[in-house]
């Protein structure tokens, strides 16, 4: 399609948006991943960044059904946890307490359908690349819809990880976003978080003169299976990191830790539990408080 652009990354207009939205029920795709612990008691408006920060959710602090051994971190764990020169966070379901991609979904009525597809992605039963090209063709938002989802639906950041964030960089840890989700809605986030937009790994939506949707680029390294393996080792090689920590939900998470990529990957289970990948994962997490507090 000629004139094909990407959408703005950063929508102003959005940021001047004062009032708070009402607190939204979890999709059922985010509960039908055996999503056994933590329990969500209840939510509450946060007042003072009604944006962004749209509701944090109070959760339970029970200890997942499985018993996972790795719930408890070795000694080892914790030494490159707490060396770590770089943290490289997945978003949705991990920063953010809700899928991106559901959530425009929803907005745009195509909810069911792709929440469906969201599923199969995050527990690796499809390629990557299938299931978000499937996912957008059900959708197929507009900019205008991008932008609006953004002001009604703005991002839910997880309880705890604002002050996670902070005491890395107190730490002086460089913090990385590297989503399969879309750099128009991570952006907010990022900006929230004080993460600088060039420590954003994520897909970009395309669309036409007119605003219509006309796509995706498939050169995002994140927008393929193993795309994030290769964006962390980008990372990597770019700073010239020597250890290197991933944080995440997903299948696609977990297969950022390879040679020359994450040292370490911790499953944060305190929105999602997957329990293949929590299995494979050198430290469960149901809250970022646990990660704090062992760092210096």
Known sequence: MAGVISARAGLSHSLSVTQTVP???????????????????????????????????????EAPSVDFANRQPSKGVLETWCNADAVCFDVDSTVCLDEGIDELADFCGAGKAVAEWTAKAMTGTVPFEEALAARLSLIKPSLSQVDDCLVKRPPRISPGIADL???????????????GGFRQMIKPVASELGIPPENI??????????????????????????GKALAVQQIRQN??????????????????????????????????MREAVAAKADWVV????ELISELP
Do not use: W
Not at 212 to 223: C, I, M
Not at 286 to 289: A, L, P, S
């Open 165 to 179: 964030i902070k005491k890395l960089k107190a730490n002086n840890t460089d913090v990385f976003l590297v989503s």
């Open 23 to 61: 607190n939204r029920p979890l999709q059922a795709s985010q509960l039908a991943t055996r999503c056994t612990s933590p329990s969500f008691l209840s939510a509450k408006l946060c007042k003072t960044r009604p944006l962004v920060v749209a509701a944090a959710m109070e959760v339970s602090k």
């Open 286 to 289: 149901i809250d970022f408080q």
């Open 239 to 272: 700073h010239g990191y020597k250890t290197l920590v991933m944080i995440g939900d997903g299948a696609t998470d977990l297969e950022a830790r390879q040679p020359g990529g994450a040292d370490l990957f911790i499953c944060y289970a305190g929105v999602q």
């Open 201 to 226: 790994i994520a897909n970009q939506l395309l669309f036409g003169t007119s605003g219509e949707y006309a796509g995706f680029d498939p050169t995002e390294p994140t927008s393929r299976s193993g």
